[in-house]
């Protein structure tokens, strides 16, 4: 399996990266993905990139740090993007949540260094890792306007939430959508009035990816504990469970889904 999507390049990991790695790898991970928020986690993930054959970095600015980058940002972005296994930009995108640990950033701020990344995407042709919460008008919207320079596969929208509208539109754009460990929870997030499971039914097969944003959203039946990448091998069987398909079919699937989007 793949997990496109974890942090293992935050804090959390300081201590013990190297046994969750291993213990990943020997539950049938063979490949994991580190996602930078800021220029600081972007760098660490090209680090471990470097250190581990099997793991590969996602480099960018997540909009709750949109109000926190300095002058030259981008320069510093351009230049990460080039280096080896560096494999997509990402998080990116809006977020109009308010959490306990961050309010919302200036939607105006969040924009700018959204529009910014997706530029330095396609000068880069790296495809896109889309973070949203409760924005999802105004990320199809900004991503129309990049519409004919952005690659065939364009990329994902990593921790799919919203509802079938929404999900339609993205797979119409050609992304592809990822799911985490909160599959595994009873009944809806906040503000949300579709359930993750119903929109796991409607993604076909080949546009579905397994992330799981570890240290956060731990499946059941670890939640509450810190998120590892070796989890996402309950994704995978939750995901199995709720097409009623086999978990070697979303196995083979997902793994070749997230190959062909970021080349690996
Ligand atoms: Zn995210
Ligand atoms: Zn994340």
């Not at 896109?128 to 990049?146: M, N, V």
């Not at 985490?180 to 929109?199: F, H, R, V």
């Not at 959203?217 to 998120?227: A, K, M, Q, V």
Request: hydrophobic share 35%.
């Amino acid at each position: 399996m793949v997990d496109a999507h974890c942090h293992l390049n935050f804090k959390a990991f300081n201590e013990d990266f190297e046994a969750v790695i291993k213990r990943a790898k020997e539950k049938g991970v063979e490949i994991i993905i580190n996602t930078g928020t800021s220029i600081e986690s972007s760098t660490k993930a090209i680090e471990l990139a470097q250190k581990y054959e099997n793991l590969y970095a996602i480099i960018g600015i997540h909009p709750h740090h949109a109000d926190k980058v300095e002058e030259g940002w981008d320069k510093e972005i351009e230049q990460l993007a080039k280096m080896p296994k560096v494999v997509g930009i990402g998080e990116i995108g809006m977020d109009y949540y308010s959490y306990k640990s961050n309010g919302i950033t200036d939607p105006k701020l969040q924009r700018k260094i959204f529009e910014r990344q997706i530029e330095i995407s396609i000068e880069n042709k790296l495809p896109l890792q889309i973070h949203g919460r409760h924005a999802g008008k105004e990320i199809l919207e900004i991503i129309s306007g990049f519409k004919d320079q952005l690659l065939e596969m364009p990329g994902m929208f990593h921790c799919f939430a919203g509802n079938i509208d929404y999900l339609e539109k993205v797979l119409e754009m050609g992304f592809c959508v990822g799911f985490d460990g909160n599959i595994t929870y009873e009944g809806l997030a906040p503000g949300e009035d579709t359930s993750l499971p119903e929109l796991v039914k409607r993604t076909p097969l080949e546009r579905l990816i397994t992330e799981t944003d570890s240290p956060y959203l731990t499946p059941i039946p670890y939640r509450g504990f810190r998120n590892e990448p070796s989890y996402v091998i309950i994704v995978g069987n939750s995901i199995a469970n709720i097409k009623n398909i086999s978990f070697e079919e979303v196995e083979k699937a997902t793994s070749a889904n997230a190959r062909r989007i970021f080349k690996l």
